[in-house]
């Protein structure tokens, strides 16, 4: 009995290893699951719903295999998969939570988000997060052609590559203070949320009360998975597939 959580995979159609090892674990991995969440950033950029490449197919695909095993499947959208919508949802079964959602795990409370509305230093990116989050921009872009759509991201990643390079690591990583109000609110001793990628398992007391902050890792070099049970939980890693 396990739940399982990724994020920050950053699938494209030019990170094949990434993507076979995601296939990998989908296929072997996930479908023995109680359930599967994606935190944020499965997609280095999904360009939209309406996306009907070999690539976008694929993933597509997997999901829906999974979702057709009887494996309940979440998705919370992040940074770079914000336009990852309903028509996604429909096609592949899964489940679209909000920007933090409350869970049960085998009977212990957890809030689960992305994590990057929680670097409250980064102030540049998070006027660019409420700029694309605004429902009339991404109704626009969804209605354009996928050629022009295809510009747009470019730009807009290599201005994310461009502003990453100028930031102290320290701004984008998360607020201590914000983690904790985030916690109080939702009334949960235990997050879980990947964007950082700084997988480690955080614990610290508030009010007497120890909680921990679990965060999930990239799969830029190695899967990562935090496997969930009843009675504990691990942050692991998964080669790549070899050729």
Known sequence: MTTLFISDLHLSPTT??????FIKFMREEAVHADALYVLGDLFEF???????????????????????AGVPTFFTQGNRDFLVGKRFAKQTGVTLLGDETVIDIYGR????????TLCTQDV?????????????????????????????????????K???????????????????KVMKQHNVD????????????????????????IVLGDWYTQGSVLTYTEDKYDLQSRPFVAD
Not at 16 to 21: H, K, Y
Not at 109 to 116: E, M, S, Y
């Open 162 to 180: 461009d502003d990453k390079q100028t930031k102290s690591l320290d701004i984008m990583d998360v607020t201590q203070s914000e983690v904790e």
């Open 109 to 116: 409370k957890a809030v689960v988000l992305h994590g990057d």
């Open 124 to 160: 540049s990116y998070l006027k660019y997060r409420e700029k694309v989050h605004q429902p009339w921009l991404q109704w626009i872009f969804n209605r354009i052609p996928m050629f022009i759509k295809k510009k747009i991201v470019s730009k807009v990643q290599s201005d994310i």
């Open 190 to 213: 235990l997050m879980i949320h990947g964007h950082t990628h700084r997988p480690k398992v955080h614990t610290f007391e508030v009010s007497g009360v120890t909680n921990t902050r």
């Open 16 to 21: 094949p290893d990434i993507n076979a090892c």
């Open 46 to 68: 999904w360009i939209g719903d309406d996306d009907t490449s070999d690539f976008a197919k694929q993933i597509r695909a997997e999901f829906k295999r999974l979702t057709d």
